[in-house]
């Protein structure tokens, strides 16, 4: 879910690895060779209770960089700095970018916990071959997260709403105009300390837009991975549903309209079935309706206590009727920056579809972020959360 949020139409893995061949660069950054240069002039921590996302930065940075001809340097963390970058670098002019989203969360007990990083180091390795940037080891990646995190601790903000967000970003920097594989790259990695992603708070509903002319995500692309190119051209429908009073985009997909996401969160639907069973929903990883079909009946025996559990495709005719026949209970998203966010309604296609999560509790969508809050701040004991 969260720690791994996707978009949910991947390409053909197999056979993109099959394309590229066998992955150039093998050789990784160790982490036992980091190197620390610690700033001489730290700055004051921000008070938790006003914190926006992404606007305050911690003292330090880390950053490896990288060339064809002398493969990786030395991991480094040091004071955080500007970039300086050549105006013909590949990541400018034809997107050879990617990033990723994690957070570190203080807990009760003044222990600080990642949240399933080894899924966000997966993600961009898998990135990092689809734009065809070198390859390195996420483990090892990893480790310098820990250290950089470790030695900016104190900016860990306290509370239950509060974290500190990781954002490792990975860019081509060869200083040449050519659609190709760079030469040159760096990784490097910055953190903020955040609050509540939205405005209105940690768990305000959201409305949003569905417009069918637009698709973020489609089988055969890169919506599997997190990259640059895939977020810049959704900015403009977003501007839209705001300028209409909407907060967030849902997005639709092919003929039928499939729901695929909300914003960049996983989607799901906790509805009655015709048949007057509880079942939660959240579409497949591809949008192909062939493979949605195949996972429905695969997951229709699933459940977690008193409702069934299924991935599969939700058409945009389906969830109508659903709320007009009053079986839709709960619409909501969940990703890394928001945690857990509830939807209140639907525009589309001109009309306002209210979507009765409040009403409802919301139990479940409450109950989602109870349960990875408990686990994220470790109140609850689970593999998912890694100290440090």
Not at 202 to 215: K, M, N, Q, R
């Amino acid at each position: 879910m969260a720690a791994a949020m996707r978009s949910r139409c991947p390409g053909s893995g197999a056979l993109l690895a099959t394309l590229l061949g066998p992955r150039r660069g093998c050789s990784s950054f160790r982490a036992s060779q980091l190197e620390v240069e610690r700033s001489r002039s730290p700055r004051p921590k921000p008070d938790p209770q006003g914190l926006q996302f992404g606007r305050v930065f911690t003292d330090h940075m880390l950053s490896v960089e990288w060339s064809r001809a002398g493969g990786w340097g030395r991991p480094r963390i040091r004071p955080f700095q500007d970039l300086r970058l050549h105006p013909a670098c590949s990541a400018l002019h034809y997107a050879v970018e990617l990033f990723e989203g994690m957070k570190a969360f203080r807990g009760a007990d003044d222990k600080i916990r990642l949240f399933r990083p080894e899924l966000n180091m997966q993600r961009m390795e898998r990135s990092a071959q689809r734009v065809c940037l070198p390859a390195f080891d996420g483990a090892e990646l990893l480790e310098c997260i820990r250290a950089l995190v470790r030695l900016e601790q104190e900016w860990v903000p306290p509370g239950p709403r509060a974290s500190l967000y990781i954002r490792p970003t990975f860019i081509g920097t060869e200083p040449s105009l050519g659609v190709a594989p760079p030469g040159q790259a760096l990784l490097f990695v910055i953190l903020c300390p955040v609050g509540p992603y939205f405005p209105g708070g940690h768990f305000s509903p959201v409305g949003l837009l569905a417009d069918p002319s637009h698709t973020r995500a489609w089988p055969g692309g890169a919506g599997h991975c997190k990259l640059g190119g895939n977020y810049g051209p959704t900015i403009a429908l977003q501007r839209a549903a705001q300028a209409r009073g909407c907060q967030q985009v849902l997005w639709l997909h092919g003929p039928e309209r499939l729901l695929t996401e909300v914003g960049t969160m996983n989607l799901f639907v906790f509805w009655h079935r015709e048949d007057g069973e509880l079942e939660l929903v959240t579409p497949p990883w591809t949008a192909d309706p062939a493979r949605g079909d195949a996972a429905e009946s695969a997951g229709a025996g699933a459940g977690v206590g008193e409702f069934g559990v299924r991935e599969g495709p939700l058409p945009m005719g389906t969830v109508l009727a659903a709320l007009a026949q009053g079986r839709l209970r709960e619409m909501f998203g969940s990703g890394t920056a928001c945690v857990v966010c509830p939807v209140g309604g639907i525009l589309y296609e001109e009309k306002w579809y209210p979507v009765p999560t409040m009403e409802h509790g919301p139990e479940l969508a409450q109950r989602f972020l109870r349960v990875l809050s408990d686990i994220q701040y470790g109140h609850v004991p689970s593999e998912w959360a890694q100290p440090l």
